[in-house]
């Protein structure tokens, strides 16, 4: 009998999620590595997969955060209901009961989402009696979750690799897996050569706004050393051949794919291979294919090779700028890129649109300077991405500010913890203030909504005070916060047409 297998996405629990990016790449790569052994019957559980999402109860450890998430009509509003994206546990755990896996492997991508996949993992053992091996970037980052994990196994490194050893282990012990270590390392020096020639197959595909879509990958690692980032410490930065990536686009484009979105962390970094890529993109997009970067793609990259990238069918840019002021980006390690952004936003108006990231809370950063980013960014013609900082489990730069012990705090929703000088709730005045300022940008006129809001805006400066807006059209006083922020400023539409807003 071959041994069962089920390789399994999990929900997210979380204020906010986007499906966009669910598809589970990583899976769907050790599906298809796993399929040349015939002892094994190996399938994918997606939990996402239907895009359903339910509220339930905040957990008691976010209700710090009430008083800032709070239902608002208004144009300011941020979230409002802790949900889960995804299918119940309950599901998931009948679905193996009733076909009865020998063996679940759960991925855990995001440190801040793990304590939740051990509570999964507790229920899979208790009720499936299924041997349970979890893996992802969870793992890799943090090893101490080992200790208490509820898991048989956790397999720190790319499954690809680990998963058809540790398997065949379990085969061939028929489950008596006692004498195997719970934390199953990975070999650094082993190059992942399924990743370079090979491309996953799908059997369901996702949708993006009505398109077929898919994420692909062409490269992993990142050559750059932002310090409040992981992606460097763990791979080298290696890319998949350009023979393989055109046989994966001919093969999304003979099963109806309209849109295909890169996942890589250093997407376009070798010029040769961007230029090959580039042709190959304008090739597919003459046959009606679309291309997004929403993991984003390092604006110098992207810069050295801008004429191409706007014929080749992009539907959006995702930058990260990070900060404006250099000596805050310095701090960190990290390229000034504010004059390289500003030139892509003007060459790119009417062609594609663009968003640019900024991270608010950055230790060296302050209150004012995150005000001069967003202005910056409001003066020119892209929408304004607001990332809260986040802390990673295993990087120096948290690991010196003190990375929660309860692991759910890492996640930017928390809002949990900041370089000196910000507080929260300066933190969420500046990402409402983010908000307001792209939905004018977006906005076809300055109208009477515009300027009710542009009123409540005013207020806030002077009261420091936030309003929200009830669900009846009543406006209530929020939080306050200590940000002086701007009253009067100058906004360029995505189309390149200056606003005032005073
Ligand atoms: S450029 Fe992006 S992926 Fe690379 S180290 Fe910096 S933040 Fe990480």
């Known amino acids: 009998m071959p041994l069962k297998v089920l390789l399994l996405s999990p929900p997210i629990f979380d204020f906010y999620y986007s499906f966009h990016r669910a598809e589970p790449l990583g899976l769907l790569y050790?599906?298809?590595?796993?399929?040349?052994?015939?002892?094994?019957?190996v399938s994918i559980f997606d939990a996402r997969y239907k895009g359903t999402s339910k509220v339930i109860p905040t957990p008691e450890i976010f209700n710090y955060l009430h008083h800032l998430y709070v239902q608002d009509t208004s144009w300011f509003s941020l979230f409002h209901g802790f949900k889960r994206f995804g299918y119940s546990y309950d599901t998931i755990v009948n679905f193996i009961k009733d076909n009865a896996f020998d063996v679940v492997c759960i991925s855990s991508l995001f440190s801040a989402y793990h304590h939740d996949v051990e509570v999964l993992a507790a229920r899979i053992k208790k009720e499936t009696g299924a041997i349970v091996i979890v893996g992802g970037w969870a793992v890799w980052a943090d090893t101490k979750i080992v200790e208490n994990g509820k898991a048989d196994f956790y397999v720190r490194g790319d499954g690809e690799l680990i998963l058809p050893v540790l398997l065949q282990e379990i085969y061939c012990s028929n489950g008596n897996i006692s004498h195997l270590p719970k934390l199953i390392d990975h070999d650094s020096?082993?190059?992942?050569?399924?990743?370079?020639?090979?491309?996953?197959?799908?059997?369901?595909?996702?949708?993006?706004?009505?398109?077929?879509?898919?994420?692909?990958?062409?490269?992993?690692?990142?050559?750059?050393?932002?310090?409040?980032?992981?992606?460097?410490?763990?791979?080298?930065?290696?890319?998949?051949?350009i023979d393989s990536v055109q046989q994966e686009l001919e093969y999304l484009y003979s099963h109806g794919v309209k849109i295909v979105n890169f996942e890589d962390d250093n997407f376009l970094f070798n010029r040769r291979f961007a230029k090959q890529l580039l042709s190959?993109?304008?090739?597919?997009?003459?046959?009606g294919m679309q291309f997004l970067c929403m993991n984003g793609v390092t604006a110098s990259n992207l810069y050295a090779v801008i004429d191409d990238a706007l014929e080749a069918g992009f539907l959006e840019f995702n930058l990260s700028l990070v900060s404006s002021h250099e000596e805050v980006v310095v701090h960190h390690h990290r390229p000034a890129l504010q004059e390289i952004i500003k030139d892509i936003a003007w060459k790119s108006v009417g062609k594609v649109r663009v968003i640019v990231y900024i991270i608010a809370g950055l230790p060296g950063a302050s209150v004012k300077t995150c005000i001069d980013d967003i202005l910056f960014l409001a003066s020119l013609p892209v929408i304004i991405g607001f990332s809260p900082l986040y802390m990673l489990p295993g990087v120096r730069l948290f690991e010196s500010m003190g990375v929660p012990e309860d692991r759910r705090f890492c996640r930017g929703s928390?809002?949990?913890?900041?370089?000196?000088?910000?507080?929260?709730?300066?933190?969420?005045?500046?990402?409402?203030?983010?908000?307001?300022?792209?939905?004018?940008?977006?906005?076809?006129?300055?109208?009477?909504?515009?300027?009710?809001?542009?009123?409540?805006y005013k207020k806030a400066c002077n009261e420091r005070v936030w309003y929200y807006r009830n669900k009846n059209g009543v406006w209530h006083e929020g939080f306050s916060f200590y940000a002086s922020l701007p009253e009067k400023f100058t906004i360029c539409d995505i189309n390149g047409a200056t606003r005032y807003i005073g």
């Not at 996702?206 to 990142?222: D, E, L, W």
């Not at 190959?280 to 046959?287: A, D, E, P």
């Not at 908000?435 to 009123?455: G, P, W």
Request: hydrophobic share 35%.
């Open 30 to 41: 050790i599906k298809d590595a796993l399929a040349e052994y015939d002892w094994l019957c």
């Open 189 to 241: 020096s082993s190059v992942n050569e399924f990743f370079m020639h090979k491309f996953p197959h799908r059997d369901t595909w996702y949708a993006y706004y009505g398109k077929r879509m898919a994420n692909i990958i062409c490269s992993k690692g990142c050559v750059y050393h932002c310090d409040f980032c992981s992606i460097h410490s763990r791979y080298h930065y290696c890319q998949r051949t």
């Open 280 to 287: 190959l993109m304008k090739y597919y997009h003459t046959k």
């Open 414 to 456: 928390a809002l949990y913890s900041f370089g000196e000088g910000f507080t929260r709730e300066d933190i969420t005045a500046l990402w409402k203030l983010c908000r307001f300022i792209n939905r004018i940008k977006i906005a076809d006129e300055i109208n009477d909504e515009l300027r009710v809001h542009y009123e409540f």
